[in-house]
């Protein structure tokens, strides 16, 4: 199984239902990919850009997304709990139904993010730029 890429730049790379649990991909570049259904469970992601690529229903349970570009991203019904999400950027994603349980989004930035049937109980907010605009303190 694959466990470290090294240089990764994708244009819509098709990677749907792929099995990257543990992977490290920091820093790749992963724009406009399409990892639906993917496993990408404790990846190391920290810093990779995944600017409008589409995440939809992907495993992220305990992956390391901080300081990563999830700009206009669709994570609608992806799990996310127990991600670290530290200083990501979110601006403009779609999380529908996003399972955020435990999640740490410390000083991430949500603004214009879709955060319907989304529950925010149990989620590490501090810092935290939501939808509207405004800062959690």
């Avoid at 570049?29 to 990892?35: F, G, M």
């Avoid at 530290?86 to 435990?102: F, I, P």
Wanted: proline residues 1%; aromatic residues 6%.
């Amino acid at each position: 199984r694959l466990r470290t890429v090294t240089g990764v730049q994708t244009c819509a790379l098709p990677i749907y239902r792929a099995d990257l649990r543990g992977v490290d991909l920091a820093r790749a570049d992963l724009s406009r990919a399409n990892l639906s259904r993917a496993d990408l469970s404790r990846a190391d992601l920290s810093w990779a850009s995944f600017h409008q690529a589409n995440l939809r229903r992907v495993d992220l349970s305990r992956a390391d997304l901080r300081g990563a570009d999830l700009r206009g991203c669709d994570l609608s019904w992806a799990d996310l709990s127990w991600a670290n999400l530290e200083g990501a950027n979110l601006e403009g994603a779609n999380l529908h139904r996003a399972d955020l349980v435990w999640a740490n989004l410390r000083g991430a930035n949500l603004r214009g993010a879709i955060v319907y049937g989304v529950s925010f109980h149990r989620v590490n907010l501090f810092k935290t730029t939501m939808p509207d605009g405004t800062l959690h303190e």
